[in-house]
């Protein structure tokens, strides 16, 4: 591309590429929403509005009466599918190429090799990478069956175990993640006689996560700083290791609420990043993900978003469109669009989130359930109530999956299901999860005028059926 179209394809007042939703302005010259809305609030009161790029003055409107530039937004589209399809052809050449090496390796060198156990590692690392996470746990189960069954490598044992149990933490299978964990860490110890390795540092931080991931966050800050120490003992303080465990421990404290904190080790992270060019990206996107994060906890949406858009930007470098770190960045995009009242902006982003979760990480990952609560608020708002109803149905069946059928918070699901279909007076349906509301609220011992409501809807579903 030469220099000339790329200077045009940027936002003439953010000086970022344009991004959807793109507004109009009568001249003809093109905006990124969130230009044209910085634009209108330092305007203030003036009833006329200076383009930017011709100064041609036009009439001040509300920001939703700019029509958008489909044409524009078509061909950003156009340009980030191509980048998908790039990348995928790049990783599905280094997978065949990988393949093809390992079946030249087995040629050569015998099936149970060491070299073919290394080339099959590599492959689970790919896989890995691409967040294909039960290709990647075969790869791994056939490098673990190799190595156990003759004295080959025994030294990749414990990296591979611990390797399983990082994807089984990002599969959302925290017990079978520990397992893995714990495996490896046995290993470990009877190999290096002592826990001041950077591999048993390795094992803790994932440990740490997991149960950051269930809010034992005392016990993950343990676990991390005990990481943090072998790590900072055996490695220099720009190794990703090191940069990973203070962006880690910098989350504790943002979930903590001690943003100050926080930010503090998010920037110090960034710092470490920024002298280790080239091998820190993905540290350096989990840091910006952070900062945004405390940002929007903040209120601070501009900022916010500015960050969560800096992280991305790193994240679609290395992983492409179709990955979990997308995703994240999508759903937090989309809360900075709902915070800002920019309800049809936030259902694209949370769609496009939810799209890519239940690809990467199947329909029962408990990353999903943020995702569709929030959906099924925002299709409340926007007034499609039924996509609400079909979106917190979903969101109690996982919930029913994952924390079992007689879950507390299951309760409140079913009557928000409930009410949603009285309002549509589709009392049959209605009545359906009042009654399945009341099970829960018995077995959980609620109070008798809790149970008291639910009831007297129960009843008023009845009367209603039978008046028709
Ligand atoms: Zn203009």
């Avoid at 006329?48 to 009466?65: F, G, H, Q």
């Amino acid at each position: 591309m030469s220099n000339l179209t790329e200077v045009e394809t940027k936002d003439p007042i953010s000086l970022e590429p344009f991004e959807r939703p793109t507004r109009l302005l009568p001249c003809g010259h093109t905006l990124n929403h969130t230009s044209l809305a910085s634009l209108i609030l330092s305007n203030g009161d003036d009833p006329m509005l200076a383009c930017p790029v011709c100064r041609k003055r036009s009439t001040t409107k509300p920001i939703e009466e700019y029509p958008r530039n489909y044409v524009l937004e078509q061909q950003i589209d156009c340009s980030s599918q191509n980048k998908q399809n790039a990348h995928e052809q790049k990783m599905k050449a280094k997978i065949q190429s990988t393949k093809d090496n390992k079946k030249q390796l087995s040629k050569t060198h015998g099936e149970n090799s060491i070299q073919v156990v290394q080339c099959t590692r590599q492959l689970a690392n790919i896989y890995t990478d691409m967040a294909e996470y039960d290709k990647a746990i075969q790869c791994y189960q056939e490098v673990i069956s190799k190595v156990t069954t003759s004295n080959l490598g025994s030294a990749i044992v414990a990296p591979v175990y611990c390797a399983v149990g990082n994807i089984y933490e990002r599969k959302g299978q925290y017990k079978k993640a520990l397992q893995y964990l714990n495996d490896a860490l046995k290993i470990q110890l009877k190999q290096y006689k002592s826990t001041d390795h950077v591999a048993v540092a390795a094992a803790y931080n994932t440990i740490a996560i997991i149960h950051c991931k269930q809010e034992r966050h005392t016990v993950a800050l343990q676990w991390y700083t005990k990481a943090l120490n072998i790590c900072k003992k055996n490695l220099e303080d720009t190794h990703p290791h090191v940069i990973n465990t203070y962006n880690n421990i910098a989350t504790v404290y943002y979930v903590q609420k001690k943003y100050t904190e926080a930010i503090t080790l998010y920037n110090r992270a960034i710092a470490c990043c920024e002298a280790n060019k080239g091998t820190a990206n993905s540290c350096i996107a989990a840091s910006y993900n952070g900062i945004a994060n405390v940002y929007a906890a903040q209120q601070n949406v501009s900022d916010a978003l500015h960050y969560y858009k800096l992280s991305m930007k790193i994240s679609l470098t290395i992983h492409g469109e179709n990955h979990p770190d997308i995703a994240n960045s999508y759903h937090n995009i989309a809360s900075i669009h709902l915070i800002n009242g920019n309800n049809n902006m936030a259902k694209e982003y949370y769609c496009k989130a939810l799209h890519i979760k239940l690809d990467r990480l199947g329909s029962n990952h408990p990353d999903l359930t943020c995702t569709y609560e929030s959906l099924a608020d925002v299709y409340e708002k926007t007034g499609e109530k039924m996509r609400a109803i079909k979106t917190r149905i979903a969101l109690t069946d996982l919930k029913k999956t994952l924390l079992g059928n007689k879950n507390p918070t299951l309760s409140t699901s079913y009557i928000k299901i409930a009410e949603a279909y009285k309002v549509e007076e589709d009392y049959n349906s209605a009545l359906k999860y009042y009654n399945l509301a009341y099970s829960v609220q018995v077995n959980q011992n609620k109070p008798l005028h809790c149970l008291n409501k639910t009831l007297e809807n129960i009843n008023t579903c009845n009367k209603k059926l039978n008046t028709k």
